[in-house]
């Protein structure tokens, strides 16, 4: 079983930066995709950036140009840069790891929540106005 450790979140006024952090234990991590997700209140919970084994980076379209997503395999930690924070990315934010995948990936399969295996707990992104 892979526990994901996110970190990073706080709160910060709009047009601020956060940089969020997952940390995943256990073997494997190089042979899996990674993918932020976020959840607002009284909304479902949504896809906001994925990374394929390739290093390859999806984001919605909301927050391209605004987030990057990388990951250090040697670490085994997925980061979100997250620049000119509106209120409305406000949510708990949640890694996700894959189950094993070829090198390179989709963003419909990045996008899908039934891709992954693993979750971490969450962490609280608050942007003021």
């Known amino acids: 079983q892979v526990l994901l450790v996110e970190s990073g979140g706080g709160l910060v006024q709009a047009g601020g930066s956060l940089r969020l952090s997952c940390v995943a234990s256990g073997r494997t991590f190089s042979d899996a995709a990674m993918g932020w997700f976020r959840q607002a209140p009284g909304k479902e919970r949504e896809f906001v950036a994925g990374?394929?084994?390739?290093?390859?980076?999806f984001y919605i379209d909301s927050v391209k140009g605004r987030f990057t997503i990388s990951r250090d395999n040697a670490k085994k930690t997925v980061s979100l840069q997250m620049n000119l924070l509106k209120p409305d990315d406000s949510a708990v934010y949640y890694c996700?790891?894959?189950?094993?995948?070829?090198?390179?990936?989709?963003?419909?399969?990045?996008?899908?929540?039934?891709?992954?295996?693993?979750w971490g707990q969450g962490t609280q992104v608050t942007v003021s106005s």
């Open positions: 996700g790891k894959t189950r094993r995948v070829a090198f390179f990936a989709s963003m419909a399969y990045l996008s899908s929540e039934n891709s992954y295996e693993s």
């Open positions: 990374i394929d084994r390739s290093g390859g980076t």
